[in-house]
């Protein structure tokens, strides 16, 4: 995931000017003196920075929201490691696309439906979600294996996903910018008392619950969400935030391939009718690498991603190695403390890094 690419410092947001000096092994911790002058509304952004992604004489500078590194016969890109605040200004929710799953809350729960290919995907989705979480956990009780854990469910639609989840013992939230979608989810999970105490719905979208729920949930689930958002980076970002540190985030989608446009479109919604016409936006697919970028970019290290292949004559889905169609991805927040020696002081404007530099390194750097 780590491109070669041009370094530059222009058009950003955060003003500053970085020196850093290395030398030694790579495993030497680095040394490194800083200054930078922050924009008020990037206060809140916590400098970490790992020792390791330095080598010899190298060139620190922030743009924007990624770090690039200048060594002296190299020059690489990094994303920056840890995660900027979600921007509750800004929306992810395109509009359109709430109008056509309104049209369409009251078909949620027939198996047969529109939704039938969803009903059949629990069968991959949930045992995914399950097994990989229970890699986090020590001991798990039988038959609740999930108990104790919170989930957030973006995008729950009726609440096809939440449910399950909620019947494994977790504690599951589930969230839809669709009023009439929660409404039918309330209404289905009203004749379960089980569920009804462990699952909650709530008609709202990510952005509006980011800063009443930063670092509340062990999980957040956004299945068959992502190639519906207007804004993926910022989905992303929100879904970081909202995540514990070591927490997991799932996600099912579908690849943007010359493929995936032929039978998830034209296909599926023009020629079969499987889905909906005008479900889905071909632009707004995204491929597994493109995905992983975002999701690395935001403090989310990628642990599996896996294809799911959906037979439409026998309504099954299957995984495969294939992701050209559809996919799932597990991805876990990372945990980045600010490496020892590197202090930053002040409430407002300056803020700077005490460490000592190598007067070679400088030497060299003036070259």
């Not at 924009?39 to 992604?53: A, E, F, Y």
């Not at 729950?156 to 996903?161: E, H, Q």
């Not at 939230?173 to 309330?186: H, L, R, S, Y």
Request: glycine fraction near 8%; aromatic fraction near 10%; include cysteine.
């Amino acid at each position: 995931m780590w491109g070669t690419r041009k370094l530059s410092s222009s058009r950003s947001p955060l003003l500053g000017v970085f020196k850093s000096g290395c030398w030694g092994t790579q495993a030497d911790c680095c040394l490194l003196t800083t200054s930078a002058v922050y924009l008020p509304n990037q206060l809140s952004c916590t400098l970490q920075i790992k020792p390791w992604v330095f080598s010899e004489y190298r060139i620190m500078w922030f743009k924007s929201y990624r770090m690039n590194f200048a060594c002296l016969n190299t020059m690489k890109s990094y994303r920056y490691p840890w995660t900027r605040p979600c921007s509750t200004s800004r929306t992810t929710v395109d509009g359109s696309e709430v109008n056509t799953f309104r049209t369409l809350a009251h078909k949620w729960w027939d198996e047969q439906g529109v939704y039938a290919p969803l009903h059949s995907m629990n069968d991959l989705r949930v045992p995914f979600i399950r097994d990989n979480l229970l890699k986090t956990i020590a001991n798990h009780r039988p038959g609740k294996p999930l108990s104790g854990m919170k989930i957030l469910d973006v995008g729950c639609g009726g609440g096809l996903l939440s449910e399950p989840l909620g019947r494994l013992g977790a504690s599951v939230i589930g969230i839809d910018p669709v009023d009439e979608n929660i409404k039918t989810a309330q209404h289905h999970k009203s004749f379960d008392p089980v569920l009804d105490k462990r699952v909650e719905y709530r008609a709202c979208s990510l952005e509006e619950i980011v800063e009443e729920t930063a670092e509340t949930f062990d999980a957040v689930v956004a299945s068959e969400v992502v190639e519906h958002v207007i804004d993926l980076e910022t989905f992303i970002q929100c879904c970081c935030q909202v995540l514990k540190p070591g927490g997991s985030l799932f996600i099912t989608t579908i690849n943007k391939t010359q493929l995936s446009y032929a039978l998830g479109i034209v296909f599926s919604e023009r020629i079969a009718g499987i889905v909906p016409k005008g479900t889905h936006t071909w632009e707004k697919f995204v491929s597994p690498e493109n995905l992983e970028s975002i999701l690395e970019s935001n403090g989310l290290s990628v642990q599996t991603v896996v294809g799911m292949i959906y037979n439409p004559f026998s309504g099954y889905w299957h995984l495969s190695e294939n992701t050209s169609l559809n996919y799932a991805a597990h991805a876990v927040k990372q945990e980045h403390p600010v490496p020892a020696g590197f202090v930053v002081k002040g409430d407002m404007g300056e803020h700077q890094a005490d460490v000592s530099t190598s007067p070679a390194a400088h030497g060299e750097l003036k070259k």
